[in-house]
């Protein structure tokens, strides 16, 4: 295969459930131009670098950086020296390199969460490396994702009388940023034309063992959950209760939140 300015080359991934849909949101927020450099953070295994790098062409510049050195291998192995204007670093989006140029986007699927604890300042440190009259577009689930399901859970903690669990779950539940939170932050950060996106999407699974280990729920959202336990054979109690009754929580509902805000010049 060679490198080609094809905008169907490098297409979102059908049969990813996860990644797929929240770039999809962050996309429809953001104005690529051929001939732009853009910085996508977080970037894992290349969604959407690639799709972004495809959008900009050889006269841009796409640069993805990602905490964890596998994920920049992955990328690296799937792109095999083609469209070599897009490149991947090694690098933590809470310190990036100060010695990296300003770029026209700066964009980030499913990245927004790790700009925790101090988010705000965090985004304000990112922005630094955004041009005047620039673009940043990220995005991350929101507050109200699977609130159902932790009402559930927290309904079967109150049935075995647990106080700190509660409160444990309720944090983690609250620690989730809101449309609201992210609005007002970029207005103090004085950014222009904020538009914030948030749709719903559906994760299916049937109850039992396979809601409790599935790929996209057991790995953050259900650990989670977990971690609010002391007693792990506790936890495994209340997660089987609650597991089984995926009537009450059902449809399981993400909020994919995708914003765009412009650097004013
Ligand atoms: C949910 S994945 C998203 C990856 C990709 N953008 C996608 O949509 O498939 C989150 C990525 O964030 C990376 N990550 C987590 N914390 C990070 C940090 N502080 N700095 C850079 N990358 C981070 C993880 O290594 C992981 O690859």
Same mark, same amino acid.
């Given at each position: 295969?060679?490198?080609?300015? &094809? ?28 001939? !732009? ?10 969604? /959407?670098?690639?799709?972004? !790098? ?14 964890? /050195? ?8 799937? *792109? ?21 140029? *300003? ?20 985004? &304000? ?33 109150? $049935? ?7 409160? !444990? ?17 970029? $207005? ?15 994760? $299916?699974? &049937? /109850? ?16 989670? @959950? ?5 007693? *792990? $054979?506790? @936890?495994?109690?209340?997660? &089987? ?25």
């Amino acid at each position: 295969m060679s490198s080609t300015t &094809n905008n169907d080359y490098w297409p979102l991934p059908k049969n990813d459930p996860w990644s797929t849909p929240f770039a999809e949101t962050l996309l429809s927020v953001v104005d690529l131009f051929s001939g !732009a450099s853009v910085l996508d953070l977080a970037a894992g295994g290349g969604i /959407p670098s690639f799709h972004i !790098a495809e959008e900009v062409g050889p006269t841009g510049k796409v640069l993805g950086i990602d905490l964890h /050195p596998g994920q920049i291998q992955r990328a690296k192995t799937v *792109q095999a020296h083609r469209v070599p204007w897009l490149q991947f670093i090694h690098g933590d989006i809470k310190k990036i390199p100060q010695d990296l140029p *300003q770029f026209d986007r700066i964009t980030g699927n499913l990245s927004f969460m790790f700009f925790r604890p101090d988010r705000f300042s965090a985004l &304000n440190e990112v922005l630094k490396f955004l041009k005047p009259g620039g673009q940043i577009a990220l995005s991350f689930p929101s507050l109200g994702t699977f609130d159902p399901l932790w009402a559930r859970i927290d309904k079967e903690m109150k $049935k075995h009388k647990l106080v700190k669990e509660r409160e !444990a779950l309720e944090e983690y539940r609250l620690e989730r940023p809101s449309s609201d939170h992210v609005q007002g932050w970029l $207005k103090e950060l004085d950014m222009d034309q904020i538009k914030i996106k948030e749709e719903p999407l559906e994760i $299916k699974s &049937n /109850p039992g063992q396979e809601f409790l280990y599935h790929p996209l729920l057991r790995n953050g959202f259900l650990e989670d @959950a977990y971690e609010c336990f002391e007693d *792990q $054979k506790l @936890a495994e109690t209340v997660m &089987n209760s609650v597991s089984n009754d995926m009537e009450s929580f059902t449809p399981l509902l993400a909020i994919r939140c995708a914003f765009s805000a412009w650097k004013k010049n």
